[in-house]
């Protein structure tokens, strides 16, 4: 009886002590939160934001994807000569203990075709791949927002972002060839 007593105290010290170690390392590269709005329109891409939390070294996102949607890029708003714009972002930093967030107004994911499937559970599964010493892949399942009615649609992020600045300056229209940059097609044909 004693020894089996003995033994048992001392796996609990060494939970313990696992447990202690784990907490010391303080915090962990992870994805902690955000949401997809769908778009206002079935034909126009859902916007994404979230936040990632840095661990102890200093990393990169390099990418964003998901399986159940047909494209996924990452995009910043930035203003050019007063005029809001936006570019494709091909990395972004994630500071040691820091954190990187994409907003409204800046950084933002574009979500082209989400699987109807996942629409209806109101996730979208994400992969978000990070630059170090593995390529680290944090795998996040992010809600799904319908896209806003009524006055909101007008107000709401997805129409200011993907509306009101003008995407088709990105190529978008080249890659989709879709109903998206549907009314600039006769301006490009007519250049010709
Ligand atoms: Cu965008």
């Not at 060494?14 to 949401?35: H, M, S």
Request: glycine share 10%.
């Amino acid at each position: 009886m004693k020894p089996f007593a003995i033994l048992t105290l001392a796996a609990t010290a060494l939970t313990l002590t696992a447990c202690e170690k784990n907490l010391g390392k303080g915090q962990q590269l992870n994805v902690v939160g955000g949401y997809i709005q769908m778009g206002a329109t079935p034909d126009r891409p859902a916007v994404g934001y979230f936040t990632v939390e840095g661990g102890p070294r200093n990393v990169q996102l390099v990418a964003v994807t998901a399986d159940l949607a047909q494209r996924v890029e990452m995009h910043e708003s930035v203003k050019e000569n007063g005029v809001m714009t936006m570019k494709p972002l091909v990395s972004a930093d994630v500071p040691a203990n820091g954190k990187l967030q994409f907003k409204q107004g800046g950084k933002h994911l574009m979500i082209w075709n989400i699987n109807g499937a996942a629409v209806r559970a109101g996730k979208l599964p994400m992969q978000f791949v990070f630059t170090n010493n593995n390529n680290d892949r944090i795998l996040f399942d992010l809600p799904i927002k319908p896209a806003p009615g009524g006055e909101a649609a007008a107000t709401g992020e997805a129409a200011m972002d993907h509306s009101k600045m003008d995407h088709s300056k990105m190529d978008h229209g080249m890659k989709d060839g879709g109903a998206m940059d549907a009314e600039k097609a006769p301006a490009d044909a007519a250049k010709k």
